[in-house]
């Protein structure tokens, strides 16, 4: 069993729509949980994170860690055609001597 | 930022191949991780103050160097068809958080 589980999709929706990412995990030492978002070809890049359990808003985006359930969401709302990419989760001990343990990413489409 | 170098390269099975990053100034950590077509990035290893600091499930047929002057490498011998992927490292300040590590864009290997 991988430590973290990620749908690949591919998930397409029409512009506007909210989009769920999920991902589900099992080692229970993670402290932090990472979206990244990678456009083809491209490094990832931090979306945004959330340290331990809870939510965090940043402008249309959502993170939600529920630490009981080992189980982590993205939302994306009014979703934009920018928005398309691949979202990665990923998962990480406390410090940054720990290796960071990404799921297998989620490729995003929005139909314009 | 963090830069690597060559973009994009080809190999023959059984060649062995040098990949190079340079890492944002003052930072004293990277991390190297594998990321095959369609999969999220795996670890490969983290260098710390020109030492190996942590490896993942690689043969020892992947090897890296850190250099003094930000500049570190990834090398893997007697190349398998497997080997093809994109590389990516990943700089950081030991000790700083985990979401304060930096992508590369990455070297796309293509064994043949």
């Known amino acids: 069993q991988k430590e973290v589980e990620q749908d690949p999709g591919p998930l397409s929706v029409p512009e506007g729509a909210i989009v769920s990412l999920n991902c589900t995990y099992s080692?229970?030492?993670?402290?932090?949980f990472m979206w990244y978002r990678q456009y083809s070809r491209k490094g990832p890049e931090l979306l945004m994170y959330t340290y331990s359990s809870g939510n965090k808003e940043d402008g249309r985006f959502t993170a939600q860690v529920d630490k009981s359930s080992k189980y982590i969401s993205l939302f994306i709302r009014d979703s934009q055609p920018s928005d398309s990419a691949t979202y990665l989760c990923?998962?990480?001990?406390?410090?940054?001597?720990?290796?960071?343990?990404f799921g297998s990413g989620t490729r995003l489409s929005i139909r314009p | 930022g963090v830069t690597q170098s060559p973009t994009h390269l080809i190999k023959t099975r059984g060649q062995q191949v040098t990949l190079r990053c340079s890492s944002q100034?003052?930072?004293?950590?990277v991390s190297w991780y594998q990321q095959a077509l369609g999969q999220g990035p795996q670890f490969i290893f983290q260098y710390y103050r020109e030492e190996e600091n942590g490896r993942g499930n690689f043969p020892p047929r992947f090897s890296g160097l850190q250099f003094p002057n930000d500049s570190s490498e990834l090398n893997v011998n007697a190349l398998e068809l497997d080997d093809s992927a994109l590389y990516l490292c990943?700089?950081?300040?030991?000790?700083?958080?985990?979401?304060?590590?930096?992508f590369g864009q990455g070297t796309r290997l293509t064994v043949v």
């Open positions: 990943a700089s950081s300040m030991m000790g700083s958080l985990p979401t304060e590590a930096f």
């Open positions: 100034s003052g930072h004293n950590t």
């Open positions: 080692n229970s030492a993670f402290q932090y």
């Open positions: 990923a998962m990480s001990r406390l410090s940054s001597a720990s290796k960071i343990i």
